[in-house]
Each structure stands twice: as structure tokens, then as C-alpha cells.
């Protein structure tokens, strides 16, 4: 049973820092395409960022670029979102996603940033 699990957000002021991160079981970890999504309320789910099996490899929407790092540890088998200079707009549910033939979403974890 494939099972991903988010941590790590909460309430954060703008300009604050959060790493997300997504715990994997279940699956060969190193043989998806891991990413990291986002929904706000009222809004579409948007891809946020996203990191190759091979790890060499990541691109990350025109919104987060220079702000937001994915990363993974195919030991750990986990997936991570550093956030740093948070804003307002950044607030959604952030979901860890794992593709190959088909795709895993898990729970979600809610980032809020306001002052």
C-alpha cells in the first residue's frame, strides 16, 4: 500500500522559512518523479516544483523560482520543499506527488503565512 505522508507547515509570518517534507512507503522511491503541488482556496491546483528520478534534475514555477528548493533523499525516502521568503500568496495546501506509470498524491499539509 503506497502511503505519503506531508509534514512541516503551519503559520508562518511573510519573509519566514518552512521545509516541507514527505515521507514515501509502498513504492520503489527511486524510481518516481517526485513534486510538490499546491491548491489556495478557490484556485486550481498548481505544480510547484518537481525533481527527476535521477535527482539531477528540477524546475519550479515562475512564482517560487529563487525561493523554493525541492530535494530527496532516495535513502530516507523523502522528498523536501525548503521555502524561504515567504508570502501571503504562498498560502495553500502543499501535496507531495509520486509518478511513474501512475501517480500518488498524499494528504497535504497546510502553509498559512500572514502577520
Known amino acids: 500500500q503506497v502511503q505519503l505522508v506531508e509534514s512541516g507547515g503551519g503559520l508562518v509570518q511573510p519573509g519566514g522559512s518552512l521545509r516541507l517534507s514527505c515521507a514515501a512507503s509502498?513504492?520503489?522511491?527511486?524510481?518516481?518523479?517526485w513534486s510538490w503541488y499546491r491548491q489556495a482556496p478557490g484556485k486550481e491546483r498548481e505544480l510547484v516544483a518537481t525533481?527527476?528520478?535521477?535527482?539531477?534534475?528540477?524546475n519550479y514555477a515562475d512564482s517560487v523560482k529563487g525561493r523554493f528548493t525541492i530535494s530527496k533523499d532516495n535513502v530516507e525516502n523523502r522528498v523536501y520543499l525548503q521555502m524561504n521568503s515567504l508570502k501571503p500568496e504562498d498560502t495553500a495546501v502543499y501535496y507531495c506527488?509520486?509518478?511513474?506509470?501512475?501517480?500518488?498524491w498524499g494528504q497535504g499539509t497546510q502553509v498559512t503565512v500572514s502577520s
Open positions: 506527488n509520486a509518478y511513474s506509470v501512475r501517480g500518488y
Open positions: 525533481i527527476t528520478t535521477a535527482g539531477d534534475s528540477t
Open positions: 509502498g513504492l520503489t522511491f527511486s524510481h518516481y518523479t
